[in-house]
């Protein structure tokens, strides 16, 4: 399966993968620019998490190659890579404490040392997929699967990534705060020209909506 095979800036070469001696994929190829918007699409256990989550250096590929920028993921201090491309899981696990805590914790890690939280920002970023500030105050235990999702993905903003990598992230959403997080997702797009995303849905109204590229996954490759 052979997808823009020429550099981008994430690119995966020949990546293989097998579940329980059944082979997902072979020979996947991606390459991924700036500024595009990709869906990787399939049907249910045709790996799309699991290509998610390796490029994103979570879990390793069993076979192929990631680079960004050019350079081998292996070749990465990890959190810097993982601070640039960033995955956004359907089901989140968040801390215990406020929202706020919750939003505040990354800008802890050395990764992400040159810069700092904003309340302000965190506002705003709410106030556009029409949630008051007062979500702020919120402790993460009481937080509904749909708030997770979005707290979940406002976290991945606001630290100013290359990449987002959004696994099925309105999945608990209503269409309208759906909708919102889409907008959200666009208004982080046009923050800098260096920024790319994947898409994984169900709805395939919303990939229509929302990406300019498709990679499909079948059975086996």
């Known amino acids: ?15 293989s993968c097998s579940v329980a001696g ?5 020979d996947l190829e991606l390459s991924v620019r700036p500024g ?11 790996g799309k998490t699991m290509l998610l989550r390796i490029l ?13 920028d050019g350079k081998p993921i292996d070749a990465w ?21 406020t929202v706020e805590a919750a939003l505040a914790a ?31 105050d919120q402790d993460t235990d009481r937080l509904s ?15 100013a990534p290359e990449i987002l990598l959004l696994d099925e992230p309105t999945a608990s959403l209503d269409p309208a705060r759906a909708a919102a997080v889409e907008s959200l997702v666009r208004g982080w797009m046009a923050g800098s020209d260096t920024r790319a995303c994947v898409w994984t849905s169900h709805d395939a109204a919303q990939l229509a909506r929302v990406t300019d590229h498709a990679l499909a996954l079948g059975g086996e490759a």
């Not at 699967?145 to 630290?159: K, W």
């Open 1 to 15: 399966m052979h997808v823009q095979s020429d550099a981008g800036l994430l690119v995966a070469r020949g990546l």
């Open 22 to 26: 059944r082979a997902l994929w072979r």
């Open 36 to 46: 595009e918007r990709w869906a990787i699409t399939g049907p249910s256990g045709s």
């Open 56 to 68: 994103a250096g979570l879990t390793p590929p069993q076979g192929g190659e990631i680079r960004l």
């Open 77 to 97: 201090w990890r959190p810097a890579y993982r601070a640039r491309v960033v995955y956004v899981a359907q089901q989140p696990a968040l801390p215990e404490g």
């Open 106 to 136: 990354p800008f802890r890690f050395r990764a992400h040392q040159h810069r700092k939280y904003s309340r302000d920002t965190a506002s705003r970023c709410l106030a556009a997929v029409g949630i008051g500030a007062t979500f702020l």
């Open 145 to 159: 699967g749909g708030e997770a999702q979005v707290v979940n993905l406002l976290r991945a903003v606001l630290i």
